[in-house]
């Protein structure tokens, strides 16, 4: 997102300079770099939210730039498949929510199911989307970046935010301080901390969520398609699921696992007390009320740490599962998912505050890839108006 948005600014304010700090010493070393790499259709938000809008448009859209720029692109499409009678009632709110947001989606039959994927598993009807797709995050993330770099945005690597002078109007940062006529914030697992500095994100923190993918020989079967399950709206999570990657590889997950500090990826690294002490002060609350179904949700999370569940879940999609060898688990990623600590609520669509000084995105979770194009065209209207 913050590449997209300096880019679009870049595009409409070409006597500005554009600034796009960054902490780490390359791009795309946290969420953009480990995503599933799906383009999804925007099928699975209600009309009137973002997440819907720009999901559509932004799918189209990156489509259109990957053939456009040469990246490789897999326009495998997407199953959705049930596992019961009862679940067929929320195929149909699925069908109903892309019918409403002019998303292509067709309602198959079993045997129709079997023509696209001749091993997968559904009860009765499944859900075909032609438009869903797979790209290389990184891949995508550099070409952007490339961009930006040749339309004049100035990309400054290794460099971290440390506090902002109101006084001054300057950013502090570990490599000096940047002169700032207006900010945009879009620093993923630290927007809110962020965006407190500049008196914003009252009522919300980002809680983290660890996701992992289990990899598949790739000289077992391979699926046709990507294969998902009818999901629990109530969560803005999509159970396990087979993904294929741009090479046609299959993959499994993700988890959705409550992360102890925001950069807990493996063991100890990038441990933070501080961190490591609100979350899970914070979790430990949701735990005992069991607010929003945490309580639920977690316990059937950590589960999915054992390959032996995540298989089990997987078999339920694709009968072939039981050929198969799964032996790697990929890159371990994190949502940077935003609560709302007034309502104890997460929020489920994309959420951005900001006025005539600075800008803050502060929910940008999946499937905000998807969305980067046509989300930072509609946040860069945004930020004009503020300043008008």
């Given at each position: 997102?913050?590449?997209?948005?300096?880019?679009?600014?870049?595009?409409?304010?070409?006597?500005?300079?554009?600034?796009?700090?960054?902490?780490?010493?390359?791009?795309?070393?946290?969420?953009?770099?480990?995503?599933?790499?799906?383009?999804?259709?925007?099928?699975?938000?209600?009309?009137?939210?973002?997440?819907?809008?720009?999901?559509?448009?932004?799918?189209?859209?990156?489509?259109?730039?990957?053939?456009?720029?040469?990246?490789?692109?897999?326009?495998?499409?997407?199953?959705?498949?049930?596992?019961?009678?009862?679940?067929?009632?929320?195929?149909?709110?699925?069908?109903?929510?892309?019918?409403?947001?002019?998303?292509?989606?067709?309602?198959?039959?079993?045997?129709?199911?079997?023509?696209?994927?001749?091993?997968?598993?559904?009860?009765?009807?499944?859900?075909?989307?032609?438009?869903?797709?797979?790209?290389?995050?990184?891949?995508?993330?550099?070409?952007?970046?490339?961009?930006?770099?040749?339309?004049?945005?100035?990309?400054?690597?290794?460099?971290?935010?440390?506090?902002?002078?109101?006084?001054?109007?300057?950013?502090?940062?570990?490599?000096?301080?940047?002169?700032?006529?207006?900010?945009?914030?879009?620093a993923g697992l630290y927007a809110d901390r962020i965006a407190q500095d500049f008196g914003f994100s009252e009522n919300y923190r980002i809680l983290p969520f660890k996701g992992l993918y289990l990899y598949a020989d790739p000289a077992t079967y391979r699926p046709s398609t990507n294969i998902y399950?009818?999901?629990?709206?109530?969560?803005?999570?999509?159970?396990?699921?087979?993904?294929?990657?741009?090479?046609?590889?299959?993959?499994?997950?993700?988890?959705?696992?409550?992360?102890?500090?925001?950069?807990?990826?493996?063991?100890?690294?990038?441990?933070?007390?501080?961190?490591?002490?609100?979350?899970?002060?914070?979790?430990?609350?949701?735990?005992?009320?069991?607010?929003?179904?945490?309580?639920?949700l977690a316990l059937e999370e950590i589960r999915k740490y054992r390959k032996g569940y995540m298989i089990n879940e997987a078999r339920k999609l694709l009968a072939a599962t039981d050929n198969m060898k799964f032996n790697t688990w990929g890159k371990p990623g994190i949502r940077a998912q935003l609560?709302?600590?007034?309502?104890?609520?997460?929020?489920?669509?994309?959420?951005?505050?900001?006025?005539?000084?600075?800008?803050?995105?502060?929910?940008?979770?999946?499937?905000?890839?998807?969305?980067?194009?046509?989300?930072?065209?509609?946040?860069?209207?945004?930020?004009?108006?503020?300043?008008?």
């Amino acid at each position: 997102m913050g590449i997209s948005l300096a880019r679009e600014i870049r595009n409409r304010h070409p006597d500005s300079r554009v600034v796009l700090l960054e902490k780490e010493t390359e791009l795309a070393f946290h969420a953009s770099g480990r995503n599933s790499g799906v383009l999804h259709a925007g099928f699975y938000y209600t009309a009137d939210s973002h997440k819907a809008r720009f999901t559509r448009d932004g799918n189209a859209m990156l489509r259109e730039y990957c053939l456009e720029k040469g990246l490789r692109l897999n326009q495998c499409g997407k199953l959705v498949v049930t596992q019961s009678e009862e679940q067929l009632s929320g195929l149909q709110e699925l069908k109903r929510r892309g019918d409403a947001n002019n998303v292509e989606l067709h309602w198959l039959t079993e045997a129709e199911a079997r023509e696209i994927e001749p091993q997968i598993r559904t009860y009765e009807s499944a859900l075909w989307s032609p438009t869903t797709a797979s790209v290389d995050p990184r891949e995508v993330v550099t070409s952007l970046a490339q961009d930006a770099v040749s339309r004049g945005v100035e990309i400054h690597t290794d460099t971290a935010y440390k506090r902002y002078n109101h006084k001054a109007k300057t950013v502090e940062t570990t490599n000096g301080a940047y002169q700032a006529g207006f900010v945009v914030n879009c620093a993923g697992l630290y927007a809110d901390r962020i965006a407190q500095d500049f008196g914003f994100s009252e009522n919300y923190r980002i809680l983290p969520f660890k996701g992992l993918y289990l990899y598949a020989d790739p000289a077992t079967y391979r699926p046709s398609t990507n294969i998902y399950p009818v999901p629990d709206l109530k969560y803005p999570f999509l159970g396990v699921h087979y993904t294929l990657t741009v090479d046609g590889h299959a993959k499994i997950g993700p988890t959705a696992i409550p992360a102890l500090w925001r950069e807990h990826y493996q063991g100890m690294s990038r441990f933070d007390f501080s961190e490591f002490s609100e979350i899970v002060y914070r979790e430990m609350k949701l735990f005992a009320a069991n607010q929003f179904g945490f309580r639920d949700l977690a316990l059937e999370e950590i589960r999915k740490y054992r390959k032996g569940y995540m298989i089990n879940e997987a078999r339920k999609l694709l009968a072939a599962t039981d050929n198969m060898k799964f032996n790697t688990w990929g890159k371990p990623g994190i949502r940077a998912q935003l609560i709302n600590i007034q309502d104890n609520r997460l929020e489920m669509d994309f959420k951005y505050e900001g006025d005539k000084e600075s800008f803050h995105v502060l929910n940008a979770v999946s499937p905000a890839f998807t969305c980067s194009l046509s989300f930072s065209a509609h946040l860069a209207d945004v930020i004009e108006s503020q300043l008008h």
